[in-house]
């Protein structure tokens, strides 16, 4: 038994509106995310902080994540503690934060990130999103 073209044609219209819900979805995602992405670089501009971006976050803990992060300005990388965050990797962050002695890794010189020392982030998705609407 062959369907009838009636229900050739429903299930062609219920996967054409599928396709066009999800691509409309994704274009309000790729614009909001380019809208924080404008917000973050205004932020950014007012002076409060440095630019970093979470590189790879290897270790996630119930008091916070460790990662490795790169300065924007200077592409050097660096381990970092983030207390009480579970940082996501790819995301970009000002932060005012300091190093010192990492007893764990034996480290001299690790990034220690306060809750109130990140001054803004965005994720990672938000500055390709911003690359691909133009801003």
């Keep these: 038994m062959h369907p009838s073209p009636g229900v050739l044609v429903a299930v062609a219209l219920v996967a054409a509106m599928t396709v066009t819900l999800a691509v409309r979805s994704r274009r309000k995602r ?3 995310l380019a809208a924080q992405w404008k917000a973050f670089q205004q932020h ?10 979470v ?8 008091r916070g994540s460790k990662a490795v992060v790169t300065w924007c300005d200077t592409g ?3 381990d970092a503690w983030f207390w009480n965050w579970q940082v ?3 995301a970009y962050l000002l932060v005012n934060a300091s190093s010192g ?27 390709h999103a911003a690359h691909q609407v133009g801003q």
Aim: net charge positive; hydrophobic share 30%.
């Design 101 to 127: 002695y990492g007893p764990h890794s034996h480290n001299p010189n690790v990034l220690y990130v306060q809750p109130g020392q990140v001054r803004a982030w965005v994720p990672g998705q938000a500055a």
């Design 76 to 78: 050097r990388q660096q």
């Design 44 to 53: 950014r501009s007012s002076g409060q902080g440095q630019l970093l971006q």
């Design 55 to 62: 590189t790879r976050a290897y270790q996630h803990g119930r």
């Design 30 to 32: 790729t614009a909001a």
């Design 88 to 90: 996501p990797a790819g």
